[in-house]
């Protein structure tokens, strides 16, 4: 049978253009890093340096922390506050860039940056052929435009697990999408092994089960049991990694008080919930940091506006990916500090914000103007060890 190559190349331009729209992106991320290198002074406070080339630009701040795991694996002092300790960084992405630093030869750290951007094209992929699928191929090139120029979206190239984690969450929507419920819930147990976020797919497994099962009650149990323990996977496996290694479990959850001044996962919740933060919003504060608070704002608002035209499930890790972070680390005295990063795993509130922007095209320039300004900005500083995540 003869392969028709002109169908072929026909189905495969939309994809095409959605990857470019991205590449396009990375060309603004890169010019920046560029610009930055040249006229941003370096912070002194960056000290650890992975080599010379333009790449390792992409390398800061917690990269650090992900190839020492690679190199060195894990430690622990048992001591939950004071020195900062890698037990906090979930395992699946510096094994990942461990595995291919191995058979390639690369040093853990630059795997760590061709693992993030090989996922990240792929994301690219997945995300478009989920929107066209549920929507139509304006919203999703739109969708892929809006996430690629976000600013949070320079984390998707950087030595960071958001390029990682979110390949892992599309993987799960688009399994879920043609009812494998085993298989999105291995691609959700593996996200949680990336990310705290990928708890968020839990709820989105089980109300899809709740659809297609809710007429058989036996069924339902038996696959919500199995999907559950298998969707939760990477997060207990981890766990029972640091009981056998340190004898203690938890490790994970309080060491992250070394990162937040000393607060306990408690306090930060209690705090989250009688919405401390919003308190303090520095409303005169448009620095690159202070812009987190606005973004997840922004993220929250399209969120929520965008359900009554999405489906469920989608508003439904959305809410979840801004709320996870939100509850256990905005408490602390960083405030909203890293939203912008963590907003980037909300892919849906980019297919509302693309809904919006398809009628307006005064609002589509605004957006992503406003995005690519921010994000060149986030790069060139990034570059130069300057707090931007």
Not at 6 to 24: D, E, F, Q, T
Not at 77 to 103: H, K, N
Not at 118 to 130: M, N, Q, S
Not at 339 to 364: D, N
Request: net charge neutral.
């Amino acid at each position: 049978m003869a392969i028709d190559w002109a169908a072929r190349r026909h189905n495969a331009g939309p994809y095409l253009r959605a990857v470019s729209i991205y590449l396009c992106s990375r060309l603004i991320v890169l010019l920046a890093i560029d610009f930055g290198s040249i006229y941003v002074p370096l912070w002194k406070g960056g000290t650890w340096h992975s080599g010379p080339p333009w790449y390792n630009h992409l390398l800061r701040w917690d990269s650090e922390w992900y190839a020492g795991i690679a190199e060195h694996g894990y430690h622990y002092s048992g001591v939950p506050t004071g020195d900062l300790q890698p037990v906090v960084f979930y395992p699946l992405y510096p094994l990942l860039s461990r595995f291919v630093a191995e058979i390639t030869g690369i040093s853990p750290a630059v795997a760590l940056l061709v693992v993030a951007n090989t996922a990240a094209v792929l994301a690219v992929v997945l995300l478009f052929r989920l929107v066209r699928r549920q929507f139509d191929d304006e919203v999703a090139l739109l969708a892929v435009v809006l996430l690629s120029f976000y600013p949070g979206s320079l984390f998707l190239s950087a030595g960071y697990t958001e390029a990682l984690a979110l390949l892992l969450i599309l993987c799960c929507f688009t399994l879920l999408d043609g009812r494998r419920y085993v298989a999105a819930s291995v691609a959700a147990g593996l996200a949680l092994a990336t990310r705290s976020v990928g708890v968020a797919l839990l709820p989105v497994i089980l109300w899809e089960l709740w659809l297609n099962f809710r007429t058989d009650r036996k069924r339902l149990v038996i696959y919500a049991l199995a999907c559950t323990a298998i969707a939760s996977a990477g997060l207990w496996l981890y766990m029972l990694y640091l009981e056998l290694a340190f004898g203690h479990p938890f490790a994970f959850a309080d060491a992250q008080s070394a990162f937040n001044g000393d607060t306990s996962l408690g306090g930060r919740l209690i705090a989250a919930l009688t919405l401390q933060p919003f308190l303090h919003l520095r409303f005169t504060d448009f620095s690159p940091a202070g812009l987190d608070q606005w973004f997840f704002i922004l993220l929250l608002a399209l969120t929520l506006s965008g359900s009554r035209r999405m489906p469920p499930s989608l508003t439904l890790f959305s809410l979840g990916a801004l709320l996870v972070p939100y509850l256990t680390l905005s408490g602390g005295p960083a405030g909203f500090t890293s939203m912008t990063r963590f907003g980037v795993l909300a892919f849906p509130a980019f297919i509302a914000l693309a809904e919006y922007c398809r009628r307006s095209l005064s609002l589509s320039f605004a957006a992503i103007g406003l995005f690519v300004a921010v994000l060149a900005l986030d790069a060139a500083l990034f570059a130069q060890w300057v707090w931007v995540d």
